[in-house]
Each structure stands twice: as structure tokens, then as C-alpha cells.
DNA sequence: GTCTATAGGGAGATAGAC
DNA sequence: GTCTATCTCCCTATAGAC
């Protein structure tokens, strides 16, 4: 990775902190948080064990920092999914589950992190603005989905299963007993799986609406 | 439990694995598998630190034992949900949903752990086995629901999709943003989107065989 | 079967040199 | 900004007394 002609200088130039980000995040991904330590992330990064408390007051807040980079790039993900998907609201919806599944499982991202662990205070309400970037982007989508007179809090609830469904469906991938291998056929699935959910959510609302 | 000659020496009769066992659930539920230690779980228990290695060969081993119980438990909890639902497929199925969060939401049970831990050989078997009652526990309610045609491969499908949408549901709501307080509420909101999926699910099998 | 004691290691975090 | 060195704490696991 490095120039032959700098040996093994590593990040002097103020780009160790989005290298022990970068380390830190492929660190979660090969042990979950589990393994994770501040110690083995400097090694990652080729550099000492002190270094990485110049960029970031404590191991919590590196921990922190690298769970809203993963759910940052999982927005970026679904966000261009919907792109591809096409002018189609209900496809462009489920095609977010498919790329969720897909990103689990291609880069066995820190879901543990972002989702299990407890951050304090200050820590969790940055991690919690990624996840609202998140949330927003999906509520985009759902809202071309839904009837115009669904309200903002069921459009809300409607999201919050949609993004459910889809993170129990990887994360269980991810641990479970089903080969992981086979990442084309699982996102296949998930997507299958969200219309069936969007399709019964709208038959409901349907029927609901005919039948007070 | 213990007989009232042996005022409170607490686990000396060989219930001491047991103890271990509960204990280490208790602090799974508080800290996390990040939290969990056994010099900790020996301290809730009231031994030492060392009374544990004659009852688990290591941390590892107790861990295991943990994660079976939790998976155990929710395996009945569920099955009990299903029984008290009523005659009707759709509802039974449905309930374990709501059985599922509701237990979750309650217990703080080690999820983290049952479905992000990454348990090594003998260890990994002892778990898979409890989760493999759940499953089966779900195929049975499952197959009641789908038409009699349909494969057991199709039907595992259902199921994990059916069991991943609860999961998913139930640990969101564990850490994120929403309000864990309304057990009742959250149990009732996964039961209809249980619903939705099945009826989505039905809906899809249906109109596959009548243009196929 | 449980205790005390301890070896051994890893990791968080700080101090001061460069 | 990064290094070396170090302090401290906690944890895993074992040895040997009772």
C-alpha cells in the first residue's frame, strides 16, 4: 500500500485518524467488538499504541467514530440501490433490503457495533446522527410508497419494520447456520421479503380503509 | 430451594452451575457479552473466583451454557404464545412474534450474544442445538399456515424471513431510538407486522399459481 | 467443591522525549 | 504528532490448602 521510497512511515501527514477509523472498522468486521481494542488498531495502522489517543480522548469515542462510518456507508449503499432500482416506489423500497443484506455480508460490517453496543452520551447521540441520515433516506422512499394520508408517525412505524426486517434478516446470515456464501441468491431473498411485507402493509391499509 | 439447616451458604449442594448459569444471564442482560467476565459472574454468586472452573472448563464454555438457556426460554416462551393464540394458523404464527419482543424487551435478554457471538467449535454445536428447537418450533407453526404443497425448503425460508423480521424488530428497538418503556405496545406493533408479512406471503404464493 | 493466592497477559490511558 | 516507557487495572486460568 505504502511508497516504496517512504519505508514505513505510516500516516504523518493527519490521515491517522481516517486510517485508525479504516483499520478500526476492518478490526470489527474480522472480530466484532469483542476483539476490538484501541492497541490492536494502532498495530493496524503501523503505529504505536499512544498515537491513536491524539486523535480520539478514549476507546470508546474510536469505537464511536467507526460506527457512524459504518452506517454512514450503509446509507450511501441503500441510497444508491433506490437510484438503480428504477421509477418503481414499492422496487425502489425493497431494492434498500437487498442492499443491506448485501453490504452485511460482503464487508461482515460491524453490525454488532452499531446495533448491540451501548454508547454513553456524547457517543451515542453522534452514532444516532447517522442513523437518523439513515432513517430519513428510507422515509423518503416509503413515503412514494404509502398513501398520501398516512401520517408521518405510521410512516414512521413503517420504516422502522422495513429496516427491521431487513438487519434481523443479515445479521442472522451473518451468524447463523445458512451459508453466507451465497450473497447474490440472500439479498434476492431479502428483497423478495420486503415486498411481501410492503404488499401485505398496503392490503391492510386497504382493506382497513373499506372496512372502518 | 436449600433446606433450612443449611442457613445460606449458598450454592454448596452442586445447584452452583445452575447459579453460574442464572447469574451470567442476569449480567448478560446488564452489560453485554462486552460487560461479561466470569470473575464477575462469580462475584454475583457469591464464590469465588475460581469456584466456576470446576463446573466450565473456561469462559467460553460458560458463555455457551448462557446463550442455550436464553435460546431455551425463548424457545417456550414462544411455543406458549402460540398456544394461548387461539385455533386459527395465521394468529398462532403471528403471536411468537409478539411473544418474541415482548421477551426481549423484558429479559434485556443477551441477544447481542445468542446472534453475535461467534462460538468456536464443541461450543458453537451446543448452541445451534437450542437454536435448532426454536426452528423447529417455527416450522411446525409455519407449515400449518402455508398451503400443503409448498417444500420444506420453502417453508424454512418462510420461517427464518419470519424469524429475522422479530429479531430484527425486537433488538432495534433494545438500542435505538424508540421508547422501550411500551412492552405491550412494541409486542402488539411486531404481531401485525408479522401479519403483514404473512399475508404478503400468502397473497405472492397465490398469484404465482394462478398465473404462473 | 470451594477457598486463597498468584502467575501471566492484555489493554486503557498518561508522561515526557524527540 | 508520534514514539518509548510505564502505571494500573482487570481478567483468565492454575496450584495447592481445607
Redesign the pocket.
Given at each position: 500500500m505504502s511508497s516504496p521510497t517512504t519505508p514505513r512511515r505510516?500516516?504523518?501527514?493527519?490521515d491517522?485518524?481516517a486510517g485508525l477509523i479504516r483499520e478500526g472498522i476492518a478490526l470489527l468486521a474480522e472480530t466484532g467488538v469483542a476483539?476490538?481494542?484501541?492497541?490492536?488498531v494502532?498495530a493496524r495502522a503501523?503505529?504505536?499504541?499512544?498515537?491513536p489517543?491524539?486523535?480520539f480522548?478514549?476507546?470508546?469515542a474510536l469505537l464511536a467514530a467507526c460506527a457512524a462510518a459504518i452506517i454512514a456507508a450503509i446509507t450511501d449503499a441503500l441510497a444508491e440501490a433506490a437510484e438503480q432500482a428504477g421509477p418503481d416506489p414499492v422496487g425502489r423500497l425493497a431494492a434498500t433490503a437487498g442492499a443491506y443484506t448485501r453490504y452485511v455480508l460482503e464487508h461482515r460490517a460491524g453490525v454488532d457495533l452499531v446495533y448491540a453496543h451501548d454508547f454513553a452520551g456524547p457517543h451515542r447521540q453522534t452514532v444516532q446522527e447517522q442513523s437518523r441520515r439513515l432513517t430519513d433516506t428510507l422515509m423518503a422512499l416509503a413515503s412514494a410508497v404509502l398513501p398520501d394520508d398516512v401520517s408521518s408517525a405510521d410512516t414512521a412505524d413503517f420504516v422502522y419494520v422495513c429496516l427491521s426486517t431487513t438487519h434481523g434478516y443479515a445479521t442472522l446470515l451473518l451468524r447463523g447456520t445458512r451459508p453466507p456464501q451465497d450473497i447474490d441468491g440472500h439479498a434476492a431473498r431479502a428483497v423478495v421479503a420486503a415486498r411481501d411485507h410492503i404488499t401485505g402493509h398496503l392490503l391492510r391499509l386497504h382493506d382497513q380503509d373499506t372496512s372502518p
Open positions: 505510516g500516516y504523518h501527514h493527519g491517522l485518524r476483539g476490538f481494542s484501541v492497541a490492536k494502532a503501523g503505529v504505536s499504541s499512544a498515537a489517543y491524539r486523535h480522548p478514549d476507546r470508546e
